[in-house]
């Protein structure tokens, strides 16, 4: 009785695989993002590869635009102001940086108990420019701008991501507009063929050369506020990346001289036995 039943069982479940490979199936509706979506351009920072380092007036002319430009809606919650001495600011400099800094550091009034804000301390990490994510949403539209500590680990492509999108805000293409009408942004979105669905709620950020004016004598360009903002993003997201390069180096010598100095003991060892 059960080898019937487990026959008429794999009949019917070959029926069905017969059927499944021989019905056409509809094509799967192609969208406006699969035509329009680009992949990051090639970027390359001095950080990139094995022995990569970081070029330190490049971060801070990134730390620059950072400031002026993007920390108006941007957070760097898990950065301390110190943590600058990193990429060669002084301990006077970063005090300064941390006491001009626009937004204050919440605080509490010793007096009265009451919710106050202070000036920021170089051991202070970067204050958010909102109070909470309702009043972040209630200044963009109701999209929440996201915190950039770890923003270039987060995003696919990475700093490449980062470059691409600064740098992308164009004109919705007029073939968007004609095979895709219902995917053309509404005036609340902005349009950029490296977002993943084309359509962004941040405006363009970075409108116009000279809008940050380097000291070094670097172009002001919006190409290299957009590369330099990357790299210091980077280093924001990976402050310990140039140690993890050394100590890697540093272990792979050490696998190699290991390896060589086994290999002749094991020859030492078993030179006299005849194979």
């Known amino acids: 009785m059960v080898r019937p039943i487990a026959f008429l069982v794999g009949l019917v479940f070959v029926a069905a695989l017969v059927v499944a490979l021989l019905i056409p199936r509809e094509a799967a509706e192609i969208t406006a ?30 730390f620059q635009v950072y400031k002026e430009v993007c920390s108006a809606c941007h957070s760097l919650h898990l950065v301390a102001f110190r943590d600058l001495e990193e990429i060669g600011f002084s301990k006077a400099e970063v005090k300064a940086i941390a006491n001009q800094w626009a937004i204050e550091v919440p605080s509490v009034n010793p007096d009265t108990g009451e919710p106050a804000t202070r000036k920021a301390l170089p051991s202070d990490h970067f204050p958010t420019p909102y109070a909470n994510e309702t009043a972040a949403r209630a200044a963009n539209n109701n999209a929440l701008p996201p915190d950039l500590s770890l923003i270039v680990k987060a995003r696919e492509g990475h700093a490449a991501y980062l470059h691409s999108l600064l740098t992308g805000y164009s004109e919705v293409p007029a ?101």
């Open 33 to 62: 993002a699969q035509v329009f979506h680009k992949e990051p351009k090639a970027f390359h920072l001095a950080s990139d590869g094995p022995l990569g380092r970081f070029d330190r007036q490049q971060l801070q002319r990134g």
């Open 175 to 275: 073939e968007l507009k004609r095979r895709f009408p219902d995917a053309v942004p509404p005036d609340t979105l902005h349009y950029n063929p490296y977002f993943a669905n084309l359509a962004i709620a941040m405006p363009p950020p970075l409108v116009a050369d000279g809008q940050v004016e380097y000291s070094d004598g670097t172009p002001s360009t919006i190409e290299n506020y957009s590369t330099d903002v990357a790299a210091f993003l980077t280093w924001a997201a990976e402050p310990k990346l140039e140690q993890r390069h050394r100590t890697g180096l540093g272990v792979l010598i050490f696998l190699l001289i290991t390896t060589t100095l086994g290999f002749f003991a094991y020859r030492n060892v078993w030179a006299g036995v005849k194979h």
